[in-house]
Protein backbone atom coordinates (compact mmCIF):
# COMPACT_ATOMS: atom_id res chain seq x y z
CA UNK A 1 0.00 0.00 0.00
CA UNK A 2 1.32 3.41 -1.08
CA UNK A 3 1.89 5.68 1.93
CA UNK A 4 2.70 9.11 2.05
CA UNK A 5 3.18 10.98 5.22
CA UNK A 6 4.03 14.70 5.93
CA UNK A 7 5.50 16.17 8.72
CA UNK A 8 6.73 19.58 9.88
CA UNK A 9 4.11 22.09 9.70
CA UNK A 10 3.46 24.65 12.24
CA UNK A 11 3.43 27.95 13.58
CA UNK A 12 5.79 30.72 11.95
CA UNK A 13 6.95 33.94 12.27
CA UNK A 14 6.87 36.25 8.86
CA UNK A 15 10.94 35.78 7.76
CA UNK A 16 11.12 31.99 9.07
CA UNK A 17 11.85 29.17 7.90
CA UNK A 18 10.38 25.51 8.07
CA UNK A 19 11.33 22.03 6.84
CA UNK A 20 8.80 19.80 5.75
CA UNK A 21 9.20 16.15 5.71
CA UNK A 22 7.43 13.65 3.50
CA UNK A 23 7.95 9.82 4.75
CA UNK A 24 6.68 7.52 1.63
CA UNK A 25 6.62 3.73 1.21
CA UNK A 26 4.79 1.36 -1.01
CA UNK A 27 6.02 1.86 -4.03
CA UNK A 28 9.79 2.64 -5.64
CA UNK A 29 10.51 5.47 -4.06
CA UNK A 30 14.34 6.18 -5.97
CA UNK A 31 12.55 6.02 -9.30
CA UNK A 32 9.43 8.46 -8.49
CA UNK A 33 9.44 11.88 -9.42
CA UNK A 34 7.93 13.75 -6.05
CA UNK A 35 5.66 17.10 -6.21
CA UNK A 36 4.55 19.28 -3.61
CA UNK A 37 1.15 20.85 -3.86
CA UNK A 38 -0.28 23.39 -1.43
CA UNK A 39 -3.64 24.91 -0.42
CA UNK A 40 -4.35 28.25 1.26
CA UNK A 41 -7.39 28.25 3.72
CA UNK A 42 -10.73 28.08 1.98
CA UNK A 43 -8.79 28.28 -1.56
CA UNK A 44 -8.16 25.96 -4.54
CA UNK A 45 -4.60 23.50 -5.29
CA UNK A 46 -1.71 25.56 -5.98
CA UNK A 47 1.73 23.57 -7.22
CA UNK A 48 4.38 24.01 -5.55
CA UNK A 49 7.38 21.96 -7.50
CA UNK A 50 8.59 19.09 -8.08
CA UNK A 51 12.09 17.21 -7.82
CA UNK A 52 13.15 14.17 -10.91
CA UNK A 53 14.42 11.02 -9.57
CA UNK A 54 18.28 10.92 -9.48
CA UNK A 55 18.47 8.57 -12.05
CA UNK A 56 16.75 11.07 -14.27
CA UNK A 57 18.63 14.10 -12.93
CA UNK A 58 17.57 14.57 -9.62
CA UNK A 59 16.59 18.21 -10.34
CA UNK A 60 13.76 20.25 -9.15
CA UNK A 61 11.66 23.02 -10.65
CA UNK A 62 9.42 25.67 -9.12
CA UNK A 63 6.62 27.99 -8.82
CA UNK A 64 7.00 31.02 -9.77
CA UNK A 65 5.82 32.34 -6.19
CA UNK A 66 8.66 30.49 -4.06
CA UNK A 67 11.35 30.35 -6.31
CA UNK A 68 14.51 31.39 -4.54
CA UNK A 69 13.14 30.66 -1.13
CA UNK A 70 11.87 27.25 -1.21
CA UNK A 71 14.14 23.94 -1.81
CA UNK A 72 13.15 20.43 -2.38
CA UNK A 73 15.55 17.41 -2.00
CA UNK A 74 15.21 14.25 -1.44
CA UNK A 75 16.78 10.98 0.55
CA UNK A 76 16.58 8.06 -1.32
CA UNK A 77 18.31 5.97 1.48
CA UNK A 78 15.51 7.09 3.86
CA UNK A 79 12.59 7.43 0.68
CA UNK A 80 12.10 10.46 2.41
CA UNK A 81 11.02 14.40 0.37
CA UNK A 82 11.41 17.50 1.86
CA UNK A 83 10.52 20.72 1.22
CA UNK A 84 12.69 23.75 3.08
CA UNK A 85 10.67 26.82 3.32
CA UNK A 86 12.63 30.04 3.60
CA UNK A 87 11.64 33.67 4.16
CA UNK A 88 8.30 32.33 4.85
CA UNK A 89 5.21 34.97 4.66
CA UNK A 90 1.66 35.28 5.36
CA UNK A 91 0.66 34.38 1.46
CA UNK A 92 2.62 30.61 2.30
CA UNK A 93 -0.18 29.53 4.90
CA UNK A 94 -1.37 26.58 4.08
CA UNK A 95 -1.46 23.06 3.89
CA UNK A 96 0.91 21.17 2.03
CA UNK A 97 0.98 18.12 0.11
CA UNK A 98 3.67 15.71 -1.06
CA UNK A 99 2.00 13.76 -3.90
CA UNK A 100 3.38 11.38 -6.63
CA UNK A 101 0.72 12.26 -8.96
CA UNK A 102 -1.40 9.37 -8.61
CA UNK A 103 -0.85 9.34 -4.41
CA UNK A 104 -1.20 12.33 -2.27
CA UNK A 105 -0.51 12.51 1.30
CA UNK A 106 -2.94 13.71 4.30
CA UNK A 107 -1.16 17.08 4.27
CA UNK A 108 0.77 18.87 7.10
CA UNK A 109 -0.11 22.67 7.99
CA UNK A 110 1.70 25.45 7.97
CA UNK A 111 0.47 28.93 9.34
CA UNK A 112 2.73 32.20 8.95
CA UNK A 113 1.69 34.48 11.56
CA UNK A 114 2.88 37.05 13.57
CA UNK B 1 1.79 29.42 -17.97
CA UNK B 2 -1.53 27.18 -19.04
CA UNK B 3 -4.59 28.68 -17.32
CA UNK B 4 -7.65 26.01 -16.84
CA UNK B 5 -10.99 27.12 -16.36
CA UNK B 6 -13.43 25.36 -14.83
CA UNK B 7 -17.40 25.55 -15.39
CA UNK B 8 -19.74 25.53 -13.17
CA UNK B 9 -18.04 26.56 -9.72
CA UNK B 10 -20.75 25.47 -7.93
CA UNK B 11 -22.64 22.12 -9.33
CA UNK B 12 -26.18 21.27 -6.87
CA UNK B 13 -27.52 18.16 -7.67
CA UNK B 14 -30.34 15.78 -6.84
CA UNK B 15 -28.78 12.45 -5.73
CA UNK B 16 -29.23 9.71 -8.63
CA UNK B 17 -29.16 11.92 -11.52
CA UNK B 18 -25.83 13.58 -13.66
CA UNK B 19 -23.84 15.60 -13.54
CA UNK B 20 -20.96 17.08 -16.01
CA UNK B 21 -18.08 19.61 -15.30
CA UNK B 22 -16.33 21.76 -17.94
CA UNK B 23 -12.58 22.40 -17.84
CA UNK B 24 -10.99 24.43 -20.69
CA UNK B 25 -6.99 24.91 -21.31
CA UNK B 26 -5.28 28.00 -22.70
CA UNK B 27 -3.49 25.84 -24.54
CA UNK B 28 -3.82 22.12 -26.40
CA UNK B 29 -2.63 19.66 -23.90
CA UNK B 30 -1.84 17.33 -26.19
CA UNK B 31 2.54 16.85 -25.49
CA UNK B 32 4.92 16.06 -28.01
CA UNK B 33 4.94 12.60 -26.99
CA UNK B 34 1.36 11.83 -28.31
CA UNK B 35 -0.26 11.97 -24.84
CA UNK B 36 -2.93 14.13 -23.48
CA UNK B 37 -2.06 15.30 -20.10
CA UNK B 38 -5.03 16.36 -18.20
CA UNK B 39 -6.09 14.90 -14.90
CA UNK B 40 -9.12 14.87 -13.04
CA UNK B 41 -9.03 14.88 -9.21
CA UNK B 42 -12.16 14.76 -6.19
CA UNK B 43 -11.18 16.33 -2.43
CA UNK B 44 -13.65 15.43 -0.41
CA UNK B 45 -14.30 17.82 2.77
CA UNK B 46 -11.64 17.62 5.29
CA UNK B 47 -9.47 15.00 2.90
CA UNK B 48 -6.55 15.09 0.95
CA UNK B 49 -7.13 14.97 -3.01
CA UNK B 50 -7.45 11.70 -4.79
CA UNK B 51 -6.90 11.28 -8.29
CA UNK B 52 -10.15 10.00 -10.41
CA UNK B 53 -8.98 10.02 -13.50
CA UNK B 54 -5.32 10.85 -15.55
CA UNK B 55 -4.86 11.60 -19.13
CA UNK B 56 -8.50 12.31 -20.33
CA UNK B 57 -9.95 8.98 -19.99
CA UNK B 58 -8.59 6.46 -17.88
CA UNK B 59 -10.15 5.48 -14.66
CA UNK B 60 -7.40 5.48 -10.79
CA UNK B 61 -7.47 1.85 -9.72
CA UNK B 62 -10.51 1.75 -7.15
CA UNK B 63 -12.50 4.39 -8.79
CA UNK B 64 -16.28 3.58 -9.62
CA UNK B 65 -17.44 3.43 -12.94
CA UNK B 66 -19.89 6.05 -12.68
CA UNK B 67 -16.98 8.44 -13.08
CA UNK B 68 -16.00 9.09 -16.87
CA UNK B 69 -13.43 11.49 -18.20
CA UNK B 70 -13.24 12.69 -22.18
CA UNK B 71 -12.16 15.43 -24.64
CA UNK B 72 -9.58 16.43 -26.47
CA UNK B 73 -7.01 19.46 -27.58
CA UNK B 74 -8.70 22.32 -24.78
CA UNK B 75 -12.25 21.13 -23.62
CA UNK B 76 -12.90 18.25 -21.25
CA UNK B 77 -15.21 17.58 -19.28
CA UNK B 78 -16.00 15.19 -16.36
CA UNK B 79 -19.14 13.02 -15.96
CA UNK B 80 -20.83 11.30 -12.87
CA UNK B 81 -23.53 9.04 -14.48
CA UNK B 82 -25.83 8.79 -10.88
CA UNK B 83 -24.41 11.38 -8.41
CA UNK B 84 -24.21 9.35 -4.56
CA UNK B 85 -23.90 11.15 -1.18
CA UNK B 86 -20.50 10.25 -1.27
CA UNK B 87 -19.25 12.06 -4.06
CA UNK B 88 -20.28 15.65 -2.57
CA UNK B 89 -16.58 17.70 -2.87
CA UNK B 90 -14.92 19.55 -4.82
CA UNK B 91 -13.26 18.54 -8.25
CA UNK B 92 -10.56 20.16 -9.61
CA UNK B 93 -8.44 18.98 -13.48
CA UNK B 94 -4.86 19.98 -13.73
CA UNK B 95 -2.91 19.96 -16.48
CA UNK B 96 1.19 18.95 -16.61
CA UNK B 97 1.50 18.90 -20.55
CA UNK B 98 3.00 21.87 -20.12
CA UNK B 99 5.22 22.18 -16.85
CA UNK B 100 6.39 24.08 -14.76
CA UNK B 101 4.03 24.98 -13.51
CA UNK B 102 1.60 22.14 -13.01
CA UNK B 103 -1.63 24.23 -13.25
CA UNK B 104 -4.88 23.23 -11.54
CA UNK B 105 -8.62 24.94 -12.66
CA UNK B 106 -10.33 26.80 -10.12
CA UNK B 107 -12.67 23.76 -8.43
CA UNK B 108 -16.01 22.96 -8.67
CA UNK B 109 -17.84 22.40 -6.02
CA UNK B 110 -20.75 19.55 -5.75
CA UNK B 111 -23.63 19.49 -3.58
CA UNK B 112 -26.54 17.38 -2.99
CA UNK B 113 -29.32 19.86 -4.03
Known amino acids: EVQLVESGGGLVRPGGSLRLSCAAS????????MTWVRQAPGKGLEWVGRIKSKSDGGTADYAAPVKGRFTISRDDSKTTLFLQMNSLTTEDTGMYYC?????WGQGTLVTVSS | DVVMTQSPLSLPVTLGQPASISCRSS???????????LHWFQQRPGQSPRRLIY???NRDSGVPDRFSGSGSGTDFTLEISRVEAEDVGVYYCMQNAHWPPWTFGQGTKVEIK
Open chain 1, 26 to 33: GFTFINAW
Open chain 2, 55 to 57: RVS
Open chain 1, 99 to 103: STGAY
Open chain 2, 27 to 37: QSLVHSDGNTY
